[in-house]
């Protein structure tokens, strides 16, 4: 048997490397790179190489960006009263999307795992405590998503800061939009009970 | 709302660009790009680079390559006897898997239709009329696929080269291994009726 000509079988090695891209699909992807225009494949080429050289994490938030500080961070226009805290950069992005949150935000790089040994020295928490001191936010929401690793952080983040003047707020947990209350789990039926707010 | 830095937008723009990659699959992979180690995604944009750079058509029988002829036409341990014709180069990966065919290849680049505009002069027809009256082949295999186009292109090459001295084969239709009878549409059945074999 005759195998790729190796220029095309190393793209597919490299391809299959990217998570949730298996071998069929890294084939796929190869040989539509290899028909396609040279402008379009060289183009995505060229996009990983600027993105890798010209990305960094901003200082202050940790989030992803091209200029330092990011673009939230040196923003004028937010709300200065409100820091978001967040597992990843790209959390950020999520949230953005709602268009309710105006204020900064703060990324951990990562929520606490004793499983996997990461403690509170790995995170960017004591970052978090330094602006938080030193700044004039009156509330902080704790936007870790709501598995076991995201809850225990978000508690320890509670009884670190819990010492400051500052109003300490969780994200809802509860069902999601369009979800049947049929399939739902006991425990976030618990916690959209829990969490019921009163219809005025 | 602030959107994602501009080299990350635009990676994941170029990333959309791939059929079968949407908006969520290419901001996961994105992600990844920026997270995983540098040399893995520039691993993955110079695999791209040399790809487009050093891979070109085999002037004999058009398969991908990067050495002229390709591998498989300049090699002197194939079947000289028997050319099987297919409609793109990565079919041929396809067939040389099943590790049955040792002969040569002649890929056409495509399959008739005259509703998109390719007719004869669109496929690499001639190089392989010419292949076949010069060379020494005694079988043509055609292994276009069993839809509506590749059939209609095995039809025409079959009036096309029945005036040289050469067999002429196509490949079977029928049930696919592990297909259930019960599921299997007429048209395939009636294929499978008319192609079957005397067990022996």
Same mark, same amino acid.
């Given at each position: 048997?005759?195998?790729y000509?190796?220029?095309?079988? +190393?793209?597919?090695?490299?391809?299959?490397?990217?998570?949730?891209?298996?071998?069929?699909?890294?084939?796929?992807?190869?040989?539509? =790179?290899? +028909?396609?225009?040279?402008?379009?494949? =060289?183009?995505?080429?060229?996009?990983?190489?600027? $993105?890798?050289?010209?990305?960094?994490?901003?200082?202050?938030c940790?989030?992803?960006?091209?200029?330092?500080?990011?673009? &939230?961070?040196?923003?004028?226009?937010?709300?200065?009263?409100?820091?978001?805290?967040?597992?990843e950069p790209?959390?950020? !992005?999520?949230?953005?999307?709602?268009?309710?949150? !105006?204020?900064?935000?703060?990324?951990?790089?990562?929520?606490?795992?004793?499983?996997?040994?990461?403690?509170?020295?790995?995170? +960017?928490?004591?970052?978090?405590?330094?602006? &938080?001191?030193?700044?004039?936010?009156?509330?902080v929401?704790?936007?870790?998503?709501?598995?076991?690793?995201?809850? $225990?952080?978000? !508690?320890?983040?509670?009884?670190?800061?819990?010492?400051?003047?500052?109003t300490?707020?969780?994200?809802?947990?509860?069902?999601?939009?369009?979800?049947?209350?049929?399939?739902?789990?006991?425990?976030? &039926?618990?916690?959209? &009970?829990?969490? +019921?707010?009163?219809?005025?």
């Open positions: 048997m005759i195998d000509t190796p220029p095309l079988a +190393r793209m597919i090695e490299e391809l299959k490397k990217i998570p949730g891209i298996g071998r069929k699909s890294a084939q796929r992807i190869a040989f539509y =790179l290899l +028909r396609t225009d040279k402008k379009k494949a =060289l183009g995505l080429a060229d996009a990983i190489v600027q $993105a890798r050289e010209k990305i960094f994490y901003c200082s202050i940790n989030n992803i960006t091209a200029i330092e500080p990011c673009e &939230i961070c040196s923003s004028s226009e937010r709300d200065g009263e409100k820091i978001c805290v967040v597992e790209f959390n950020i !992005h999520s949230i953005e999307k709602t268009g309710l949150f !105006h204020g900064y935000y703060h990324v951990l790089m990562g929520n606490l795992s004793p499983i996997r040994g990461i403690g509170p020295d790995e995170l +960017r928490i004591s970052g978090l405590v330094e602006r &938080i001191k030193n700044g004039s936010f009156r509330e929401i704790l936007a870790t998503s709501p598995t076991t690793e995201g809850s $225990a952080t978000a !508690h320890y983040l509670t009884e670190i800061l819990r010492q400051y003047k500052i300490i707020t969780r994200i809802a947990q509860g069902l999601p939009v369009g979800a049947d209350l049929d399939y739902a789990d006991e425990v976030t &039926i618990a916690k959209a &009970i829990e969490g +019921r707010l009163e219809v005025k």
